[in-house]
């Protein structure tokens, strides 16, 4: 990886970080894409931020598309069945874990809470292991 | 005002995970590949979050309250039980497998590859499941 694609990642992080403080500081909000998400199923009361805040992580990666000229979205990592089963273990457990990467990874880490540290150090080694196992192992 | 800074936030968001490479599954499964070829942008990435967040969260919970709202909203559980350790480990056999946590996997929607749309239904699902 050559230094120019780790400041970009850098500066991709400092984005991200920037979103979460902006959110707190607005609205008191945790930049948590799977609660952000959940609160929408079915619809809180205050759906309406949440659908705002969905709409700009739509438009997010057009931008840089555009400031980059290429296409930033790659292509889907695995077939169809395995797309759905993993959709449905991401989608449960952040529901059951009460956060995901940003929520947990980012803003609970960030307040040094020791619960998104335990969760953060679970999902990574989960991730990891089942790499190891579909890439080493099975493949 | 709060619904355009939860647009500009997410805009922010998307822009971020798309710049730093989190949009690209190859990218972060690479990351979580520590025996093959190890790809440490998602390190970089997450490297850059916190920092941002570690320093604004101390400035902004210097205040009061927030600018737009009665008060902070943070999560009142303090116990690492169960549900969040079996939680956390599903979501990560689950990322593992396709290289997608909830955040990049809605902001790649918009270039429409049916996996993409697939996972996401998928996960819609399974977060309501875990919800009710």
Same mark, same amino acid.
């Given at each position: 990886?050559?230094?120019?694609?780790? %400041?970009?990642?850098?500066?991709?992080?400092?984005?991200?970080?920037?979103?979460?403080?902006?959110? @707190?500081?607005?609205l008191g909000r945790i930049a948590g894409i799977s609660g952000i998400v959940g609160g929408l199923?079915?619809?809180?009361?205050?759906?309406?931020?949440?659908?705002?805040? !969905?709409?700009?992580?739509?438009?997010?990666?057009?931008?840089?598309?555009?400031?980059?000229?290429?296409?930033? !979205?790659? @292509?889907?990592?695995?077939?169809?069945?395995?797309?759905?089963?993993?959709?449905?273990?991401?989608?449960?457990?952040?529901?059951?874990?009460?956060?995901?990467?940003?929520?947990?990874?980012?803003?609970? %880490?960030?307040?040094?809470?020791?619960?998104? !540290?335990?969760?953060?150090?679970?999902?990574?080694?989960?991730?990891?292991?089942?790499?190891?196992?579909?890439?080493? %192992?099975?493949? | 005002?709060?619904?355009?800074?939860?647009?500009?936030?997410?805009?922010l968001f998307g822009a971020g995970l798309a710049l730093g490479g989190m949009t690209d599954p190859? $990218?972060?499964?690479?990351?979580?590949?520590?025996?093959?070829?190890?790809?440490?942008?998602?390190? =970089?990435?997450?490297?850059?979050?916190?920092?941002?967040? =570690?320093?604004?969260?101390?400035? $902004?919970?210097?205040?009061?309250?927030?600018?737009?709202?009665?008060?902070?909203?943070?999560?009142?559980?303090?116990?690492?039980?169960?549900?969040?350790? &079996?939680?956390?480990?599903? =979501?990560?056999?689950?990322?593992?497998?396709?290289?997608?946590?909830?955040?990049?996997?809605?902001?790649?929607?918009?270039?429409?590859?049916?996996?993409?749309?697939? =996972?996401?239904?998928?996960?819609?699902? &399974?977060?309501?499941?875990?919800?009710?």
């Amino acid at each position: 990886m050559f230094p120019v694609l780790w %400041l970009q990642a850098l500066l991709g992080g400092a984005l991200i970080g920037g979103a979460a403080v902006l959110l @707190m500081l607005g609205l008191g909000r945790i930049a948590g894409i799977s609660g952000i998400v959940g609160g929408l199923l079915p619809p809180a009361a205050d759906w309406r931020w949440r659908a705002c805040f !969905i709409a700009g992580l739509l438009a997010g990666p057009a931008v840089v598309g555009f400031a980059l000229g290429r296409e930033p !979205i790659g @292509m889907p990592a695995a077939g169809l069945p395995v797309l759905v089963a993993a959709g449905l273990l991401v989608g449960f457990g952040t529901g059951l874990g009460s956060g995901c990467t940003s929520g947990h990874g980012v803003c609970g %880490l960030a307040r040094l809470s020791p619960r998104s !540290i335990a969760a953060t150090a679970v999902f990574m080694l989960a991730g990891g292991a089942t790499v190891f196992v579909v890439r080493h %192992l099975v493949g | 005002m709060g619904l355009m800074l939860a647009l500009a936030a997410g805009l922010l968001f998307g822009a971020g995970l798309a710049l730093g490479g989190m949009t690209d599954p190859a $990218v972060v499964l690479g990351f979580l590949d520590v025996a093959g070829a190890w790809n440490p942008a998602l390190a =970089f990435v997450m490297g850059g979050a916190l920092a941002v967040t =570690f320093v604004g969260y101390r400035l $902004v919970f210097r205040r009061a309250r927030p600018l737009l709202a009665d008060a902070f909203a943070l999560p009142r559980t303090h116990a690492v039980d169960a549900h969040l350790l &079996g939680g956390a480990a599903l =979501f990560g056999a689950g990322w593992g497998l396709a290289g997608y946590c909830p955040g990049p996997a809605i902001a790649s929607l918009p270039a429409a590859h049916l996996g993409t749309a697939a =996972f996401v239904l998928a996960m819609l699902a &399974g977060l309501a499941l875990a919800r009710r």
